[in-house]
């Protein structure tokens, strides 16, 4: 459902619906309280409360500094192995060209395969959070096989053969590491103190009594609004391949591989 609202809504309307529904949300319990037990207004127990959600606004903020900084290197890691990925396909296409032509242009096709099926097969599965090993598996198989096949004979070639075989192996272990964190998310137990606790903090705020109803709304509103960016954050950095702040293929399509998209 999570990745769905991602995939199908833009980041602004979600900050709309996120921060717009708590604020809601939070006035509307505020107002319905304070008309409900009008000596709330008095203030006559703000020490307790603002006690309370000093230590409890103070808890939960370091909760969700820790989350939203975990989910944001996690989204810089994710960017830098795909960056990673593609460079070593692009150095191996350079090696290739060290190569005998019939060689070369056997490892230039399973070259334009895999940056293909990485692209139009596996970015779509990754998005959706059901990333496929086998979408790219049988590509990557081709090109350790055009190296296996070939066997160097001039110092040159043997060179860039071996520079060709450990980019290849980089390849393979950066699939990996990409596939994987495809599949990460936020764990069970932190995703319950991230939104376990606004339902705890914003409903506190409610019974810190102001004389005035506007001041009252607007001290809520604010506090509110806050966590629900908060937790909007939370939301789109947790999956960083779905969304529009997701990890981009781009690299894929730039530099030595961009012939592989206009022949």
Known sequence: MLLW??????????????????????????????????????????????????MFGAIYGIILAFVIV???TQLESTETIVATEATDVSLIARDAAAFPTPVHARLDAALGNYVHAVVEQQWPQMRVGRPSYEATAGKLQSVYDVLQAYEPKATR?????EQAVDHVNDVASQRRARLTMAEQQLPPLLQILAFGGAVVL????????????????????SVAALIGFSLL?????????????????????????????TR
Not at 11 to 38: D, H, I, N, Q
Not at 157 to 161: D, G, T
Not at 203 to 208: D, H, K, N, Q, W
């Open 70 to 72: 975990t989910l944001w």
């Open 5 to 54: 609202l991602l995939n199908h809504f833009s980041t602004f309307t979600l900050a709309v619906v996120t921060v717009g529904g708590t604020v809601v949300v939070a006035v509307t319990g505020s107002v319905l309280l304070r008309r409900r037990y009008p000596s709330l207004a008095k203030g006559e127990h703000n020490d307790m409360v603002g006690v309370t959600l000093g």
């Open 202 to 221: 914003i409903p506190l705020t409610f019974l810190y009594g102001m004389r005035k109803l506007r001041i009252q709304i607007l001290f809520v509103a």
């Open 233 to 261: 954050l939370v939301f789109v950095l947790d999956r960083p391949f779905a969304g529009d702040l997701s990890v981009s293929p781009a690299p894929f399509r730039q530099g030595a591989l961009a012939p592989y998209w």
């Open 157 to 161: 070639e043997q060179v860039f053969y």
